[in-house]
Every structure is written in C-alpha cells, then in structure tokens.
C-alpha cells in the first residue's frame, strides 16, 4: 500500500514540476501554486488517505508526502523568482530610455532690450549722483504743459500730437484736460511741486505721442528726464554730465556737441548730439554724413518753470535734459528700425539674451 503510495506522490511530483518549469507567467504559476498545494489541491486530498494505513505506515507517509511537497514547493518558488526577473526585464526593455536622444530644450527667456537699455542708461545716472523719481502715464494738462511753461498755441498741444483721454465731467470743465503724457518733463513740475531744492532726479518712463509709424517714429517710446535744481547750477555742469554720460554708455571715444535749440521749458536750450557709433564720426548715411546723432534736448530751467513750482529764492538754478531711450539703444546696438522694439519678434529678442 505505502509503495503504491510513493510511486503515485513520484508521479505527482514529476507532473507538478514538469507543469510548474513550462508555467509562462507568475499568473499561470499562482493557479499550479493553488491546483497542487491549495487548501483543496492534489497533496491535500493524499492526506485524507492517512485513514487507510496502519499505525506503523503512517509516520513514512506523512515524510513521503512532506518531501514531495517541499519538493513542489521549491520548484514553484524557484520559477517564480524566474519568472518575476524576465517580466521585470521585459518591462525595462520596453520602457527603455534612450539617454543618447537630444532633449527638449525649455527656451529661457531674456531681458527685452528697451528694458536693458533703460537699467542701463539709469544705473549711469545713479552713480553720476542722481534718484530716481515717477510720475503718471495718464497725465492732466497742467503737469504736461502748463507748469513747463508750454503756451497755449503751442502746436505739441494738438490733437494730431498728443492723445487725449475722455475726461470726467468736472475735469474737462475745469479745462485741466487728461492725456496720455507726451514726454517724462511732467515728472519735473510733479517733483518740485512737493519737494524744496536741492533736487537731482531721473524720470525714466513710456511716453505716448500721436505720431505716423515709421522707421524712426513709434506712438509709444521711453524718455529719461534728468533734473538738478539747487544754487548756482550752471550750464558747464549740465555739459560735464551728460560729457560723462556718453563716455560711459558709449566708450571713452565718444563725445558730444551742444547747438542751440528751443523748448519752453529751458532757457538757455541745446540739442545734444553724440558721436556717431557706426562711423565714428566720419560721416556715413546713418549720421548723414555729418559724423554727429542727434540723441537729447537740455537746457537750464526757465524762471516760469520754478515760478508755477512756487520756487522764488532768486539763486535757484538748474538744469533739465530729455533722452530717448530707444533712439540711444538703436545707436549703440545699431538696429535700424524702432518698430523692432515693439514687434516681439523673438528672432530680434534674442539676440540681446
Ligand atoms: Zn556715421
């Protein structure tokens, strides 16, 4: 009886590991696991044969069946340890990075260089001694013209010049009109309306101008408006500042030229041109041939400028000057086109990163 036994649990064992190292997956594994040592399985239903031996058999039967059992067990484990390697390695091979690939690059942005210029241009004037001061875009009548001595009649006054912005009811009857300001000047009444001298500021900022788009005119630019007021300001200082500020932005080589000019706001005023950066100042179609680019207006303050500012103490000077912050940009970058500043062309923009 206990040998038939033992050629039958053979056979079991051999069809069991046989079955178990053909099991493809550990799916397939986990059904043989439960088919041969489940709770209802092939041993278990040896063991209710325990019945039919004798007491003597029984210990031998029970060391027969343990051993073919560990026996099927380790073959499952052994498979399944197997069979866990190449499903992980069949998963890494399809999931496989191919680390040779270029990647994709996340394009960094850059300073757009309208900004760059006006950090640049500023950090000058920091250093040259001057604070900074603002002023608003949305500006009235009085701060843009008015308080700098700007006449009525003056043709800047036009519509076909400056934006106008439709005004609540009890400002255009005022006649303060509001508009969009058409230089950063309105920064200097603002500044010294609330503020006694000495004063010495830069306004850099967007001005608004109703102008014709072309190569050389935008309807928006930026000003950087400079401001000393205090005794005895004379117009020699006015020329070693803006002398330094040329050197410094442009190069030792540069230099600058002052012919008179007008504005209301100055008394006596000077068109500033620099040398020009494509030639050197040997005359090309940039410069027209004159070696010189116009690039501000300055001049000394006009009595009615600190008169609408109340200031009276008759040894007040000081001097005021514009400039425009991309036409500076175009000469020292050499671009030719204002345009370019507001077109967002990245293929432009990047050239400044
Ligand atoms: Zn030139």
């Not at 999931?95 to 006006?118: C, E, K, M, N, Q």
């Not at 005004?167 to 603002?190: C, D, F, W, Y």
């Not at 001005?207 to 004379?234: C, M, P, W």
């Not at 690039?295 to 000057?321: C, E, R, S």
């Amino acid at each position: 009886m206990l040998e038939q036994i033992a050629n039958e649990l053979e056979n079991l064992k051999k069809e069991a590991t046989s079955a178990i190292e053909a099991a493809g997956s550990t799916a397939e594994l986990a059904e043989l696991d439960i088919k041969y040592l489940g709770r209802k399985g092939s041993f278990a239903a040896y063991m209710s044969r325990m019945k039919d031996l004798s007491n003597e058999e029984r210990p031998s039967f029970g060391k027969i069946v343990n051993e073919a059992k560990t026996a099927v067990s380790t073959a499952l484990s052994d498979r399944r340890i197997a069979l866990l390697v190449a499903e992980d390695t069949a998963k890494l091979k399809k999931d496989r990075i191919d680390v040779t690939l270029p990647g994709r690059f996340a394009s960094v942005g850059s300073i757009h260089p309208t900004s760059a210029a006006l950090k640049e241009i500023s950090d000058i004037f920091l250093r040259l001694g001057f604070t900074i001061e603002e002023g608003p875009d949305v500006e009235d009548e009085w701060h843009n013209f008015d308080a700098l001595n700007i006449p009525d009649t003056h043709p800047a006054r036009d519509v076909q010049d400056t934006f106008f912005v439709k005004s609540p009811k009890e400002v255009a009857e005022s006649g303060n009109k509001i508009l969009m300001r058409t230089h950063t000047s309105p920064v200097q009444a603002r500044t010294m309306e609330k503020q006694q001298p000495p004063i010495r500021f830069i306004a850099p900022g967007r001005v608004y101008r109703n102008e014709r788009i072309d190569a050389s005119h935008y309807t928006i630019f930026h000003q950087i408006e400079g401001l000393y007021v205090d005794k005895n300001v004379t117009f020699a200082q006015l020329k070693g500042t803006l002398m330094n500020f040329a050197k410094i932005y442009y190069g030792p080589q540069a230099s600058i030229r002052l012919r008179p000019g007008f504005f209301p706001f100055t008394e006596p005023s000077a068109e500033v041109d620099i040398t020009c950066t494509v030639c050197g100042g040997k005359g090309c179609s940039v410069c027209k041939g004159t070696g010189w680019v116009e690039v501000l207006g300055a001049g000394m303050v006009h009595p009615n400028v600190f008169k609408a500012a109340g200031y009276t103490d008759p040894d007040i000077t000081g001097y005021a000057f514009g400039l425009g912050v991309e036409r500076l940009a175009i000469l020292k970058y050499r671009i030719d086109d204002i345009r370019l500043f507001y077109d967002n062309d990245i293929r432009f923009l990047e050239q400044f990163i």
